[in-house]
């Protein structure tokens, strides 16, 4: 299951640049978006190339960014800048097994779960910060609850476990781009 966490500098604790790469990319392939997560800083633009052999039209409706970029072709690729901190839970209008996620941060102080659903940061200076979480299908009032103060010193700091709720798929029933359900019965044509 997808699961971020952060270090969010408190006041007395010098913040460390998050400074964008030249360029992210949300490929889609095979009715997919590739890859399905990404932590990327404030202000950066991200790609959404059509690899595909027909039309999608991705869009986003959540606290992050808002977007609609519309029906586009194969072959095209529109862009999205990202100018504010929040979670972008992004879908195509036509096909709605397709979602990505966009973890928009102002610190480079994050680590991404691996595959035993553990997290390390390294490199963080001594200070004191709040640790935030982000795990995919959990709600938003219970990932604030998680959330908590830590001071850092040149020890190392061991958190232990986190107990989270069980999390639920991203891509289960959400609503298209206009609010309404997905029409299930309607053959698509692309």
Same mark, same amino acid.
């Given at each position: 299951?997808?699961?971020?966490?952060?270090?969010?500098?408190?006041?007395?604790?010098?913040?460390?640049?998050?400074?964008?790469?030249?360029?992210?990319?949300?490929?889609?392939?095979?009715?997919?978006?590739?890859?399905?997560?990404?932590?990327?800083?404030?202000?950066?633009?991200?790609?959404?190339?059509?690899?595909?052999?027909?039309?999608?039209?991705?869009?986003?409706?959540?606290?992050?960014?808002?977007?609609?970029?519309?029906?586009?072709?194969?072959?095209?690729?529109?862009?999205?800048?990202?100018?504010?901190?929040?979670?972008? !839970?992004?879908?195509?209008?036509?096909?709605?097994?397709?979602?990505?996620?966009?973890?928009?941060?102002?610190?480079?102080? !994050?680590?991404?779960?691996?595959?035993?659903?553990?997290?390390?940061?390294?490199?963080?200076?001594?200070?004191? !910060?709040?640790?935030?979480?982000?795990?995919?299908?959990?709600?938003?009032?219970?990932?604030?609850?998680?959330?908590?103060?830590?001071?850092?010193?040149?020890?190392?700091?061991?958190?232990?476990?986190?107990?989270?709720?069980?999390?639920?798929?991203?891509?289960?029933?959400?609503?298209?781009?206009?609010?309404?359900?997905?029409?299930?019965?309607?053959?698509?044509?692309?």
């Amino acid at each position: 299951m997808p699961a971020v966490v952060w270090l969010e500098p408190l006041e007395g604790t010098t913040a460390l640049p998050f400074v964008p790469r030249d360029h992210y990319t949300l490929l889609q392939k095979h009715r997919t978006f590739i890859p399905h997560l990404q932590v990327i800083p404030v202000g950066s633009i991200v790609q959404f190339p059509n690899a595909d052999p027909f039309y999608h039209n991705v869009f986003s409706l959540f606290e992050g960014k808002r977007f609609d970029l519309g029906l586009y072709e194969a072959g095209s690729n529109k862009s999205v800048t990202f100018s504010r901190q929040g979670v972008s !839970y992004i879908f195509c209008n036509i096909h709605p097994e397709m979602s990505a996620v966009v973890l928009t941060l102002s610190t480079p102080l !994050y680590a991404i779960a691996d595959g035993h659903n553990s997290f390390a940061l390294h490199g963080v200076p001594e200070g004191d !910060y709040r640790l935030h979480f982000w795990i995919e299908g959990v709600t938003q009032s219970a990932l604030e609850s998680l959330s908590r103060p830590v001071h850092i010193s040149s020890h190392d700091l061991d958190l232990g476990a986190v107990s989270a709720p069980i999390a639920g798929p991203m891509n289960m029933a959400h609503p298209n781009k206009f609010g309404n359900p997905y029409d299930k019965d309607a053959p698509s044509t692309y």
